[in-house]
C-alpha cells in the first residue's frame, strides 16, 4: 500500500538556505567559467565581467534579503562551494582551455600533473576569498540595515 505523505519541507543548514540553494547559488557562476574555459568569451568581454560579477551580486543580495543569521559563513560557503565546481569544470575543460596545449614544468608526466593540482589549490583560495568578501558585504549591508530600522 503506497501512503501519499507531503513531503517535508527542505532543511535548513543554519545558513538561512538550505543546502540545494547554496549549491544552487554556487552554480550561478558556472556559465562564465564554461564559456571562458571553452573560448567562448574573452577576458574583457562585457558579457564576461557580468557573468563574472553578477553570481557575486546574487550571492550577497540573496544573503540580505533573506535575512541569515550569519552572512559572513553563508556566502564564504557558497563560495567555497563554488570553488569546489569551479575546480571541477577547469579539470574537465583542461585540454580545451589551453586548446591542447597544456602547461607542464617538463617533459615528465609527472611535470604535467603540478599545474593541474596548483590550479585547484588556486582555484579553491580564490573562491573561498571571494565568498569572504561578498560575506564581509553582505554582513555590513545587513549591519548597516539593522542600525538603520533601530
Known amino acids: 500500500m503506497i501512503h501519499d505523505t507531503p513531503s517535508a519541507p527542505p532543511r535548513k543548514t543554519g545558513l538561512g538556505f538550505p543546502f ?3 549549491v544552487g547559488l554556487a552554480a550561478l557562476g558556472l556559465p562564465r567559467v564554461i564559456l571562458h574555459d ?8 562585457v558579457l564576461n565581467w557580468v557573468l563574472a560579477l553578477g553570481p557575486m551580486a546574487i550571492w550577497v543580495a540573496a544573503a540580505v534579503v533573506r ?4 552572512p559572513f559563513i553563508t556566502v564564504l560557503i557558497i563560495g567555497v562551494i563554488f570553488g569546489a565546481m569551479l575546480v571541477i ?4 575543460l583542461w585540454d580545451a582551455a589551453y586548446q591542447g596545449d597544456p602547461p607542464a614544468l617538463g617533459d615528465s608526466p609527472a611535470a604535467a ?9 588556486s582555484g579553491m583560495f580564490t573562491s573561498a576569498l571571494t565568498g569572504a568578501v561578498c560575506g ?9 540595515a539593522k542600525r538603520t530600522s533601530a
Open 67 to 70: 535575512k541569515v543569521p550569519s
Open 113 to 121: 600533473v603540478i599545474p593541474r593540482v596548483a590550479a585547484v589549490f
Open 20 to 22: 540545494v540553494a547554496l
Open 89 to 92: 569544470t577547469h579539470q574537465v
Open 38 to 45: 571553452l573560448h567562448i568569451i574573452e577576458q574583457n568581454d
Open 136 to 144: 564581509l558585504i553582505a554582513w555590513g549591508i545587513q549591519s548597516a
